[in-house]
């Protein structure tokens, strides 16, 4: 039973039972609720700030980077250089009376180097992808995946490293080119040439020409025929050869990149499986708490995340 106070009041002993359902307006509970919103969006924000991270955490840039330069450089390689042996094939029909058809043969060739060289670009990016950030430890998880991760990889440094070899010889023919088109130019601006009164004569040179050649056809003389042969080809062709002589240098840095980033992945992919090793060393040796692994293996696991970048 209940004692009352001195004024026939319930004393402070006596307990009041509030009601469950009761609702109550307060300032507390206000802010109260507005700091959990507040919360609750500082946690989304870090949730998508973690996905984005993670995101960017799978992309190889330097692989990347690769691609980029070899595209951009087999790009500007196949336009300039379809531009200038069209040319050139139309100085020696036009000047020299040389039909070249196997011209046109090399044109083709070009077109298809650069679709191929776009398309091993591609191919190589995706195996820096895939030996990236968290994806290499989701694909190359298993013993079968580490060793195609690996023969993939010395496969494409094999090729990657042929195609070097051929893009240097391409970028030694393509500098032979542009010196002697930069002699051409420098005979076409000698002013005895410009005011006709000298013909530029090529016979001198005549052993690159076929035998059945006419003594004729080696001289450039006359106002029409100067004009082709220096202000319709030889200007032209020799700024597309300068730029295709760029772009096959490009071509090669590209693929000294892709050797590094290859080597720098298959590396990656070998260290994996040891790591993997090591971390189930650890979970033996700590069975009871498998997700909190020791300070030695904790500084381990974020140096090996933080070099695949690759």
């Not at 000047?95 to 077109?111: I, K, P, T, Y």
């Not at 010395?154 to 002697?180: D, E, S």
């Not at 005549?206 to 100067?226: I, L």
């Amino acid at each position: 039973m209940a004692r009352h106070g001195r004024f026939g009041r319930p004393s402070d002993e006596v307990t009041t039972v509030v009601p469950l359902r009761r609702k109550f307006k307060s300032n507390i509970s206000i802010d109260r609720f507005s700091q959990i919103n507040v919360h609750d969006d500082y946690i989304e924000d870090n949730s998508y700030r973690n996905v984005c991270n993670d995101c960017m955490a799978r992309v190889p840039y330097a692989t990347l980077i690769a691609t980029i330069m070899c595209c951009l450089g087999v790009g500007i390689f196949c336009g300039t250089m379809y531009r200038g042996a069209t040319l050139s094939a139309l100085m020696m029909d036009q000047v020299f009376h040389l039909r070249l058809g196997w011209l046109e043969a090399v044109q083709l060739v070009f077109a298809t180097v650069g679709a191929s060289m776009a398309a091993l670009g591609f191919m190589i990016l995706c195996v820096g992808c895939l030996a990236t950030g968290a994806t290499r430890h989701k694909v190359y998880r298993a013993w079968r995946s580490r060793v195609g991760g690996r023969i993939s990889c010395a496969v494409f440094m094999t090729i990657t490293y042929v195609l070097q070899l051929g893009w240097l010889l391409i970028f030694a023919f393509l500098v032979i080119t542009t010196l002697i088109f930069t002699v051409f130019w420098g005979l076409c601006s000698n002013p005895r040439v410009q005011s006709l009164d000298q013909c530029i004569d090529f016979t001198q040179f005549d052993f690159m020409f076929p035998n059945n050649t006419r003594v004729e056809d080696m001289k450039v003389c006359g106002s029409q025929e100067v004009k082709l042969f220096c202000k319709d080809y030889v200007e032209k062709a020799e700024v597309m050869f300068i730029l295709a002589t760029v772009a096959a240098m490009l071509v090669v840095l590209s693929l000294v990149h892709y050797l590094m980033c290859l080597s720098a992945n298959y590396a990656h992919i070998r260290d994996h499986e040891k790591f993997q090793e090591l971390q189930e060393l650890q979970y033996l040796q700590d069975p009871g708490e498998p997700d909190t692994p020791h300070s030695g293996m904790g500084s381990l696991g974020s140096h090996h995340r933080a070099k695949d970048r690759f």
